[in-house]
């Protein structure tokens, strides 16, 4: 069974998950029809007009963070599905979620417009290639873009932008709980789900060695 | 307190009707088609709930309505998968998933009654009928019941001051897993054969209800008996 010491080789996320789990344990436009995703012009216009001119650059730079993260998302579910070695349950969803986070991109860069940083190069080191691997890095990916998203949800001036950050941050959860349950692992593992700041996330991506620039 | 919204009007494409009084085969389920554009996640009721969603300066006491609100949802819930478990009719796998959905919505209902200490609402008397008797319109009524939450917290996302968001973004994500879950019970041993509603994550962006289209459809259900 592939373990999960590959992906995340300091157990960096994991740690930050786990601690951030059992530290706390008291707390435009939608729908895709016939498995066409929905496109960056969706997110845009869940926005009021005027939101990409009312944005802080506060507000930029977490919609650059969140896009660095999409971007990564997206180019692992792209070539795990253009690998061609996933089969079942795990190849629908690999389809539907890249689908999703390819639209999480397009729209983010749409909001963006000039201020969208480019996308990084990315090394996923195989864990697009083998179907154990992939369930492994899917889950742990999902997991960390919940606690992403939650971690800047308080800090986002914009109400138009944080709609949409709001909107995402379910997705991914929904994306989460559905990786866990094909690998028969608890889909909502703690009746709160705990925020991770920007720093331990970029940390614990840095360490999967994923970007290679 | 009297409603006079009728279900027609709360529930068009009788997902929640189908749910709780009706054969309930996938056919049934689904020649309401347009459950995917119709009550949950039609992308019009994000466009449509913006007004509510955009009025409303975060304040203290706006929180207390709306935590008020998020506690009803969850004294519904928990008292729904309570019973569910407690009447012994669930299949294995969505046994499981009752009691652990329990817990967790039990929990919600403990953190936001402290956090509004005396000003929490009281815990209403619900009547949920066969859909905590039977498996399958259990787990109809739950997928249902767990995307309205979502929507329902998202929906005041931008209503709350940003400290009581942060604590009410811990639970969104829970309510989101959940939603996944019982979808993936449902369908996914038969591969999604009605996509894309039928995904644990129907599409990529989650719509919002206003708080007023949420308690209409909650109203409409007729589990609140008072």
């Known amino acids: 069974m592939f373990e999960l010491e590959t992906v995340d080789a300091d157990g960096a996320i994991r740690e930050t998950q786990e601690e951030a789990i059992t530290r706390n344990d008291a707390v435009r436009r939608a729908v895709a029809f016939g498995g066409a995703f929905l496109g960056g012009g969706a997110l845009l216009g869940m926005l009021a007009p005027g939101a990409k001119a009312a944005t802080t650059k506060g507000d930029i730079a977490i919609l650059n963070y969140a896009l660095t993260l999409e971007y990564l998302e997206a180019a692992f579910y792209a070539e795990a599905v253009a690998n ?46 083998d179907p154990a691997k992939f369930a492994a890095t899917a889950e742990v990916l999902e997991d960390t873009g919940v606690a992403a998203y939650k971690g ?62 | ?76 819930e928990s008292t729904f998968y309570t019973e569910a478990v407690a009447n012994n009719a669930l299949q294995p796998r969505v046994l499981e998933f009752a009691r652990t959905v329990r817990d967790h919505e039990l929990a919600h209902v403990e953190f936001l009654s402290k956090a509004l200490g005396s000003k929490a609402i009281g815990k209403p008397t619900f009547d949920f009928g066969d859909t905590v008797k039977d ?19 998202d929906g005041q996302g931008t209503r709350l001051t940003r400290k009581t968001l ?48 949420v308690t209409a459809s909650v109203t409409a259900t007729g589990f609140i008996k008072g």
């Open chain 1, 84 to 129: 061609n070695k996933l089969t079942g349950e795990l190849a629908v969803f690999a389809k539907v979620v890249g689908e999703h986070e390819a639209a999480h991109v397009a729209g983010l860069k749409e909001v963006l417009g000039r201020k969208a940083v480019k996308s990084p190069k990315f090394d996923f080191q195989g864990t697009t290639a």
């Open chain 1, 152 to 213: 800047q949800a308080g800090l986002v001036k914009s109400n138009t932008i944080l709609v949409a950050a709001l909107s995402i941050h379910a997705v991914e959860a929904r994306h989460a709980g559905w990786i866990r349950a094909i690998n028969g692992h608890n889909p909502a593992p703690a009746a709160f789900d705990e925020p991770l700041t920007m720093k331990q996330v970029l940390a614990a991506v840095k360490k999967t060695k994923f970007i290679k620039s």
């Open chain 2, 166 to 213: 942060t604590a009410a973004a811990t639970i969104v994500s829970v309510e989101a897993r959940h939603a996944a879950w019982v979808r993936q019970i449902m369908y996914g041993a038969e591969g999604y054969m009605n996509a894309p509603y039928e995904y644990p994550a129907p599409s990529a962006l989650q719509p919002a209800k206003s708080k007023d289209q």
């Open chain 2, 135 to 153: 498996n399958w319109k259990f787990l109809a009524t739950a997928t249902v019941l767990e995307d309205t939450g979502v929507t329902a917290y």
């Open chain 2, 1 to 76: 307190m009297p409603h006079h919204v009728t279900l027609d009007v709360a529930d068009p494409d009788e997902v929640i009707r189908g749910a709780m009084t009706r054969g309930h085969t996938r056919a049934d389920f689904f020649r309401k088609g347009a459950i995917a554009g119709g009550t949950l996640v039609a992308g019009g009721l994000v466009i449509g709930g913006l007004p509510e969603i955009a009025l409303g300066k975060p304040s203290a006491s706006q929180d207390v309505d709306i935590l008020n609100f998020a506690l009803l949802l969850e004294y519904l």
